[in-house]
């Protein structure tokens, strides 16, 4: 398996030309789609279409390392040899893989399920907050639990998989996973509001556990949802971003996607 660089492949996701990060409609049942099949994997661990090309999934983040490749494969794997559609998003990459977004096919009076997002619930793989997802995302919601069940919607072979969160509060843990993108988790001890930052931090005392960084206007967008400094005391917090920073302490997130309150 070839492990991409992974602050090189946030720094190309992020680099996408406008037309890139434009050409496909937000609304799932509004994407234009042609009917594909998957047929395995490349040596780099990317899936392939029947006709041989490779493709780079929209809104997953890299696989960083052997454990996140195998977690990937064997969430995906349920799907291939179906009948899947598939909308292409922009150019190739300079790995030669299509970005793209594949859909299974909808059942009569059924919408039609993405099958990145299906892969983030069931644990084979994180999302990633790039252009032309995060624009579709919708506006930051009020304080509320949000609890979703993988064997509600992944095929029995899948289901077995569960997301592997960092819990903020392990401070070894923690640093152990600096400089890699993660999905962190932990209940909000305090919230500091600076006049370019404000932090959400998992413990009242500095450096004993993780903090959540977010920028000036996306704090007020929070805010203006009624993510106050009040209604957040003792929330569950999960986010994903780059641990770093303070000791590999600070997880900086820029886009409200990259936020999910859980209970």
């Known amino acids: 398996m070839t492990v991409k660089p992974l602050l090189l492949g946030l720094w190309l996701l992020g680099a996408?030309?406008?037309?890139a990060r434009s050409a496909t409609p937000c609304g799932v049942e509004a994407v234009e789609t042609v009917p594909a099949r998957l047929s395995g994997f490349d040596a780099a661990g990317d899936p392939l279409l029947a006709d041989g090309r490779a493709l780079r999934l929209v809104g997953l983040a890299p696989r960083q390392d052997a454990a996140e490749d195998t977690r990937f494969r064997s969430g995906l794997a349920p799907f291939l040899g179906r009948n899947i559609l598939l909308?292409?998003?922009g150019e190739k990459d300079r790995w030669g893989r299509w970005p793209a977004r594949l859909f299974l096919e909808a059942a009569?009076?059924?919408g039609r399920e993405e099958i990145a997002q299906l892969l983030q619930k069931s644990g084979a793989a994180l999302p990633l907050a790039e252009a032309q997802v995060a624009r579709c995302a919708p506006g930051p919601t009020a304080i509320?639990?949000?609890v979703t069940s993988a064997s509600?919607?992944?095929p029995p072979a899948a289901q077995g998989l569960t997301p592997l969160a960092i819990d903020g509060h392990d401070l070894a843990a923690v640093k152990g996973q600096e400089g890699?993108?993660?999905m962190l988790e932990g209940r909000i001890a305090s919230v500091g509001e600076r006049s370019q930052r404000?932090?959400?931090n998992f413990s009242r005392r500095p450096g004993e556990a993780a903090s959540i960084v977010l920028s000036r206007k996306l704090w007020r967008e929070l805010k203006e949802a009624g993510w106050t400094p009040a209604a957040l005391g003792g929330k569950r917090l999960r986010a994903y971003g780059v641990l770093a920073g303070r000791g590999g302490l600070l997880l900086e997130v820029t886009s409200r996607a990259a936020l999910e309150l859980i209970d």
């Open 87 to 89: 909308a292409i998003t």
């Open 16 to 19: 996408l030309p406008l037309a």
């Open 108 to 110: 009569p009076g059924a």
């Open 144 to 146: 509320q639990t949000k």
């Open 180 to 182: 890699r993108y993660v």
């Open 198 to 200: 404000t932090y959400l």
């Open 152 to 154: 509600q919607v992944l």
